[in-house]
């Protein structure tokens, strides 16, 4: 288990008090940043870092100042250098926070600037970065945008305001874990809910209003996880949704399930002290050399403190233990905090009322390891004392694996969003149709906004050069560009014809959001890259498209180094690219250049850098030194993977993967070293049952991502069946299968066993037992998406199935009403839709095909929400999520889902009773 929440001991405690401001806090800060000058001095003289600290030495003690700084600005700087990630200074400037730090203190003339103490100024104006984004210029657009709208209102009423300045600029839209710049979010018009949150941070604080976004890490009744703001008015902390604006402070669709929560936290810049003097609501999760974890969880959901005492077999308490306090969500056990036992063998978590799983690992002076899992059960368990009597990890010894049985039971519904008057709701609702106009009409300026606009430009590429078997593929993808059109088609305009098949295939591998914001010249950097590879490069071979062609390895900002690390790896030596001596002796001399910095000391929370920015600072932290390492092969040509066990880099050289180790490598024991052991994991209920498991192997500390059926490499099926087999390194190994309960419960079983070398290991899967009547989740969907409803035309805006149906369960109908089997269902549920007492939306093909619909005199309930999917993506979903193709050809298909994407029944085809079925399901339904 990762020990990276640690108790605070009286040390911290003591340098925590200093952090109320005074000169004491002053000291404190001085010497944090001292000491990271000192490591940026350790870099090469030519080198980014040491130019850096050079800089930091002499701007911020008054040798030199270039840029006219104040005392409180110097004061300012020092506290974000002292406190500042690695990544975020090797990629801007000291200009950069000069400009952020001067913003930040014109806040200060705002009409409730006086009334933010130096505290909150400190953690929740002042610092640029809100999650893991990379930062940008948002502050200062933000400021000139937002000021002029605000600037003569409330405090609460300028929080209100702003929410709804950022609906104009983004609606929710679910993609992937990279969060972009809030500017260029902004930009793009839409984003995921970290990404909302982080606009909505960047804004408010733009204003000088001091806010945070807040994570529920992962939801304990139910899979994933979401991401708001607090922000503090007026003496209080409120709440908000983030780009969802609502007339009150602390309301939003997601109260009821915050009550649910098991742990709320957010983070804050530097060592901060919850107090009623700081104003710093919350209490401390950890604290890290550059960032403080707050728990925000009372604030939302009753709360108890969660103890769990470790003792041996004598009753002795176990100091020193890791105690991993997890949940299951998503069909993974995830640690909502790790802790380590006091010498009273105590470790505590203020949590939710849950259930925990519980896990304990401990190795003594001796080197013997003891590890076990049990359940808590919080509102029923005020102390849990787990006994380390052996090692569950091998299993029972005789038959090599054991089994347990959990049903993590989540919180119950506690608090509900805050009614609202007649009158507000139709104001609201007239001020968010205004937002959302604002919002669309930039939105039409894109340049690639239609399938006509898109596909007249993929046909001059082939007129062009391009093969006309691109063609459809590059209307789809400009269509998908957004605000990065333009440099999209300034990028293939700029290339010439007998490279346009590259160029596209090059599009192709790149993530869609990443298309949406690089430049032209980053495009051409990531081509020339390939073209200067010649004949080394072999297009025909799927492991150069996936690691040579394709620029990313993380989820680090797309931007070009190609060039940059080619003239370096010219530089040290590379006479030609390719898996030859000189240039493997290249990579290593350039890899040498750098140095590795303590990732727990200036990347705690593991925020990504660009392999250009690593290049030109010569200093990353032992994460982004991989990454680097990754962009030096692809940059020479050469594919190559990492093995996340051992920090080894594997690269193909002739057809064959060879080792090439890394100063932060720990190869196995020679035992481990190879997958020399066979597993065969056989899995007929989940199969049968569409579920998938999950394969976790012990790796030094904890258990880590292995496999699972139908996820991870080395994965494979024998033909239809349902086994898989893989080839696996010896070891302590674990099956997870859990099944999400309609209430939200999780009823999970795990498989420990231990896999010897050498040796082919069967296993059967098993699950928990379900109940003939418990109704379980079956799949899962996405909520969030859009269609048409009956009365617009395929042209006007569209809605997702979230705004219509709400927060609950809700029915899901796809039809073709002009065919039998769905025109049985339909006259089946003229006679029952008064006993479903959920939502229902029955959606259709196109507007044709609707407007057929209504010609019909069905008598259905007029509470029947209609639509139809303009934008051909319900169907196409519902083949993904139930895992079947042609559904066009086998309509109706019904699900019953809840807002959170769980389906809990589906029928498919023609079949008898599916209403009545629907009406008589055992769903715990909000009232």
Not at 138 to 144: D, G, P, S
Not at 685 to 703: F, M, N, P, T
């Amino acid at each position: 288990m990762k020990n990276r929440f640690l108790w605070i001991f009286p040390v911290l405690l003591l340098m925590l008090s200093a952090c109320t401001g005074g000169s004491d806090y002053t000291v404190q800060v001085q010497s944090d940043l001292d000491n990271k000058i000192e490591v940026l001095k350790g870099g090469e003289p030519l080198s980014g870092a040491f130019a850096l600290a050079e800089e930091l030495q002499n701007e911020l003690s008054g040798r030199t100042n270039k840029y006219n700084l104040t005392s409180d600005e110097i004061e300012s700087l020092k506290f974000l250098y002292a406190y500042m990630p690695v990544n975020d200074m090797a990629e801007n400037s000291f200009e950069y926070f000069v400009n952020i730090v001067r913003y930040a203190h014109k806040t200060k003339d705002m009409p409730w600037g006086e009334s933010v103490s130096d505290d909150l100024f400190r953690h929740f104006v002042l610092p640029p970065r809100v999650n893991n984004e990379t930062l940008d210029n948002a502050r200062e657009i933000f400021y000139n945008e937002l000021y002029p709208r605000v600037k003569d209102l409330s405090m609460y009423d300028a929080v209100i305001e702003i929410n709804h300045w950022c609906r104009e600029k983004i609606v929710y839209t679910p993609t992937d874990g990279r969060t972009t710049p809030p500017a260029q979010t902004a930009l793009r018009a839409y984003g995921r809910c970290g990404e909302e949150s982080t606009v909505a941070v960047a804004a408010l604080r733009s204003m000088g209003i001091p806010a945070r976004q807040v994570y529920v890490p992962r939801w304990a009744h139910t899979n994933s996880n979401h991401a708001w703001v607090e922000v503090w008015v007026d003496g209080t902390w409120y709440y908000l949704g983030a780009c969802e604006p609502e007339p009150l402070l602390d309301r939003g669709w997601f109260t009821a399930s915050a009550s649910r929560a098991m742990l709320v936290n957010t983070y804050a810049y530097g060592p901060v002290v919850p107090s009623e003097d700081t104003q710093i609501k919350g209490e401390i999760i950890s604290q890290s050399d550059l960032f403080t974890e707050i728990s925000s969880t009372a604030t939302y959901a009753p709360v108890k403190k969660a103890v769990v005492k470790v003792v041996d077999t004598g009753s002795k308490p176990v100091e020193g233990a890791a105690v991993s306090f997890n949940i299951i969500n998503g069909n993974s056990l995830s640690p909502m905090v790790e802790r380590i036992t006091d010498e009273k063998g105590i470790a505590y978590l203020t949590t939710g009322l849950g259930t925990f799983i519980i896990e304990v690992y401990f190795k003594d002076a001796n080197g013997n390891e003891f590890y076990k899992a049990e359940e808590l059960r919080v509102p029923d368990t005020d102390e849990l004392v787990v006994v380390l009597d052996g090692d569950q990890r091998k299993g029972n010894g005789k038959d090599k694996f054991a089994i347990a049985d959990y049903r993590v039971t989540p919180p119950a519904e506690t608090r509900f969003p805050k009614a609202l008057s007649e009158e507000m709701q139709k104001e609201h609702d007239a001020k968010c149709a205004e937002d959302d106009s604002i919002r669309l009409a930039h939105t039409a300026t894109f340049k690639f906004n239609s399938e006509e606009k898109a596909s007249a430009f993929s046909k001059s590429m082939v007129d062009k050069g391009m093969s006309s078997k691109f063609e459809k593929d590059l209307t789809n993808l400009m269509m998908q560009t957004l605000s990065g059109g333009e440099n999209v088609e300034n990028f293939l305009l700029s290339v010439d014809g007998s490279n346009l098949n590259l160029a596209v295939q090059l599009l192709k591998v790149i993530r869609v959001k990443d298309i949406q914001e690089i430049t032209t010249a980053g495009f051409q950097d990531y081509l020339n890259g390939v073209l200067k590879l010649g004949s080394v490069y072999d297009a025909d071979n799927p492991m150069f498209v996936q690691t040579v062609l394709n620029p990313r390895f993380s989820n680090e900002l797309p931007v070009a180094f190609k060039e940059k690390l080619w003239n370096e790896l010219v530089a040290c030596g590379m006479s030609e690219p390719g898996a030859n001596v000189q240039t493997l002796d290249a990579i290593n001399k350039a890899l040498d250049k750098v140095v590795i910095v303590d990732d727990s000391r200036f990347n705690p929370r593991n925020f990504y850098m660009t392999p250009a920015s690593i290049a030109e600072f010569g200093m990353a932290d032992s994460r982004n030194y991989v990454v680097y390492a990754r962009a030096l092969f692809n940059t020479a040509g050469i594919p190559a993977r990492m093995n996340n066990q051992t920090q080894e880099i594997q690269y193909l050289s002739v057809g064959k993967w060879e080792i090439f180790p890394l100063k932060i490598s720990k190869p196995l024991p020679a035992s481990q070293s190879e997958a020399n052991a066979v597993l065969r994991i056989s899995d007929p209920e989940g199969k049968a049952a569409g579920r998938r498991y999950l394969l976790q192997k012990w790796q030094g500390d904890s258990y880590g991502f292995a496999g699972g059926f139908g996820m991870g490499r080395g994965t494979q099926r024998q033909g239809d069946s349902d086994v898989s087999v893989m080839n696996v390194e010896p070891g302590y190994y674990r099956i997870l299968t859990s099944i999400r309960a309609a209430d939200g419960s999780m009823l999970a079983r795990t498989m420990t066993f231990t896999v010897e070398p050498n040796t082919t290991t069967d296993i059967t899967v098993e699950w928990y037992p379900v109940e003939k009547d418990e109704l379980v989740v079956i799949g899962s969907m996405d909520a969030e998406w859009r269609y048409s409803d009956k009365d617009s035309n395929p042209s006007d805006e569209v809605t997702s199935i979230l705004n219509t149906v709400g927060r609950n369960f809700f029915v899901l109908a796809f039809i073709e009403p002009t065919k039998e089997p769905s025109q049985h269902f339909i006259r089946e549920l003229t006679s029952k839709d008064d006993d479903i007492a959920i939502p229902i939306l029955i959606m259709f093909n196109d507007k044709e095909k609707t407007d057929f619909f209504f010609k019909q005199n069905y008598g259905l309930n007029d509470k029947i929400n209609y639509g139809f999917d303009s934008q051909n993506v319900v169907l196409k979903g519902l083949e993904r999520s139930l895992a079947t193709t042609d559904l066009q050809a086998r309509l109706p298909v019904v699900v019953v889902a809840d807002s959170f994407g769980n389906i809990y029944y589906q029928s498919v085809g023609y079949n008898i009773g599916v209403p009545e079925t629907i009406s008589k399901l055992n769903l715990p339904i909000h009232k």
